[in-house]
Nanobody, 116 residues
């Protein structure tokens, strides 16, 4: 059974950077396309970036394109999200999950707050 644990969030000023990490237990991490999601207060959880198992294909939603970079290391069962030029509208709890998310795999997420 895979479980996701997110970390790396924090408080950052506008224009700053953070690198989020997502680790997974279990030995099937490498088989799945994965995604980073975020949920702002009062909003629904949304996909922001995804990556295929082979890392060949990555996709981003428009509002993070050219600012965020998703990557993974299957040998380490780890997924990352490098976030640059953060803006107040990026404030949210960030989660990782399969690209087709499974309800039983959501972790607690990691809070990202962008504020001066």
């Amino acid at each position: 059974q895979v479980q996701f644990v997110e970390s790396g969030g924090g408080l950052v000023q506008p224009g700053g950077s953070l690198r989020l990490s997502c680790t997974a237990s279990g030995n099937i991490f490498r088989l799945y396309a994965l995604g980073w999601y975020r949920q702002a207060p009062g909003d629904e959880r949304k996909l922001v970036a995804s990556i295929t198992p082979s890392t060949i294909t990555v996709n981003y939603v428009d509002f993070v394109q050219d600012r965020f970079v998703i990557s993974r290391d299957n040998a380490k069962n780890t997924l990352w999200l490098q976030m640059n030029n953060l803006q107040p509208e990026d404030t949210a709890v960030y989660y990782c999950n399969n690209l087709t998310p499974r309800a039983d795999l959501w972790g607690r997420g990691t809070q990202v707050t962008v504020s001066s």
